[in-house]
């Protein structure tokens, strides 16, 4: 590759993580709340604020546990099941983002003020 072919990728890379980064801060809607469904009912929706941190699970089940942040977002922390992947996606907390636990068919979805799910189907099996 030659020096021009370098600086075009370099550019467009620059310009890719930018418009990301403004995509990711300015356009995306904060959530205001976290739903959470077993077998694709509704067993729980919490409010997501700043400055509101803490711990729960649903009665559904009790092994697996949801943590709240100061920074109005929301997280799998504990799970028995073997990949823990849901531990693993991180913080939810922007309006359409969603989690899941197969193995214990939980879905935890971040939603408007309005309920609005965004484009996010609710089927699990």
């Given at each position: 590759?030659?020096?021009?072919?370098?600086?075009?990728?370099?550019v467009?890379?620059v310009l890719?993580?930018?418009?990301?980064?403004?995509n990711?801060?300015?356009?995306?809607?904060?959530?205001?709340?976290?739903?959470?469904?077993?077998?694709?009912?509704?067993?729980?929706?919490?409010?997501?604020?700043?400055d509101?941190?803490?711990?729960?699970?649903?009665p559904e089940?009790?092994?697996?546990?949801?943590?709240?942040?100061d920074?109005g977002?929301?997280?799998?922390?504990?799970?028995?099941?073997?990949d823990?992947?849901?531990?693993?996606?991180?913080?939810?907390?922007?309006?359409?983002q969603?989690?899941?636990?197969?193995?214990?068919?939980?879905?935890?979805?971040?939603?408007?003020e309005?309920?609005?799910h965004?484009d996010?189907?609710?089927?699990?099996?």
């Amino acid at each position: 590759m030659r020096k021009k072919d370098l600086i075009v990728i370099a550019v467009v890379a620059v310009l890719a993580l930018g418009a990301l980064f403004y995509n990711s801060c300015f356009l995306t809607e904060k959530g205001v709340y976290a739903e959470i469904y077993h077998d694709s009912n509704l067993v729980h929706r919490v409010q997501l604020e700043a400055d509101k941190a803490g711990r729960f699970s649903v009665p559904e089940v009790p092994n697996v546990v949801f943590q709240l942040y100061d920074d109005g977002s929301i997280a799998f922390i504990e799970s028995d099941c073997p990949d823990k992947i849901c531990i693993n996606s991180g913080k939810q907390m922007n309006v359409g983002q969603s989690a899941a636990c197969l193995p214990n068919r939980l879905l935890l979805k971040i939603v408007s003020e309005d309920g609005a799910h965004g484009d996010v189907d609710l089927i699990i099996q």
